[in-house]
């Protein structure tokens, strides 16, 4: 188990190096953070990548939102989960009292709340903890 927590802090440790894409404040009190867009940007163990993909950034027309995660041992990212802006639209327009289901793939879900705000949930890891994220679709960068 040890050996697993070890390895799993070196790709994590390897990932951000050959990635170049975290950044800290220059406040000491503030978190480092991924700079590439991400929506759970300050989340650095995330097991999941959230991105709202916009059509034109200028105008911020968001296309879709899709996932990323490593799950394979090969440590690899893959789109796990591409879900339409249509379809958030036209959930977005039905009266609900709970949140509604827009994709599920592989354990990586995406729903809208009843408040239209977005959670995305990964599945359980080895320890059974879930990790869930949740936003504003009018959050910046979505």
């Given at each position: 188990?040890k050996?697993?927590?070890?390895?799993a802090s070196?790709?994590l440790?390897?990932g951000?190096?050959?990635?170049?894409s975290?950044?800290?404040?220059?406040?000491?009190?503030?978190?480092p953070y991924?700079?590439?867009?991400?929506m759970?940007?300050?989340?650095i163990?995330?097991?999941?990548v959230?991105y709202c993909?916009?059509?034109?950034?200028?105008?911020?027309a968001m296309?879709?939102?899709?996932?990323?995660a490593?799950r394979?041992?090969?440590g690899?990212?893959e789109a796990?989960l591409s879900?339409?802006?249509?379809d958030?639209?036209?959930?977005?327009?039905v009266?609900?009292?709970?949140?509604v289901?827009?994709?599920?793939e592989?354990?990586?879900?995406?729903w809208?709340?009843?408040?239209?705000s977005?959670?995305?949930?990964?599945?359980?890891?080895?320890?059974?903890?879930?990790y869930s994220?949740?936003w504003n679709l009018?959050?910046p960068?979505?």
């Amino acid at each position: 188990m040890k050996k697993l927590s070890i390895l799993a802090s070196l790709l994590l440790i390897v990932g951000v190096i050959a990635g170049g894409s975290i950044a800290a404040a220059d406040d000491d009190t503030s978190l480092p953070y991924f700079t590439d867009g991400r929506m759970n940007a300050y989340d650095i163990a995330a097991p999941v990548v959230i991105y709202c993909i916009n059509e034109d950034v200028s105008e911020g027309a968001m296309q879709s939102i899709d996932l990323y995660a490593q799950r394979y041992s090969d440590g690899a990212w893959e789109a796990v989960l591409s879900v339409p802006a249509a379809d958030i639209l036209e959930a977005m327009e039905v009266e609900r009292d709970e949140a509604v289901e827009l994709g599920n793939e592989y354990g990586y879900a995406v729903w809208l709340n009843t408040d239209d705000s977005v959670t995305v949930v990964a599945p359980a890891d080895a320890s059974g903890n879930v990790y869930s994220y949740t936003w504003n679709l009018d959050d910046p960068g979505c």
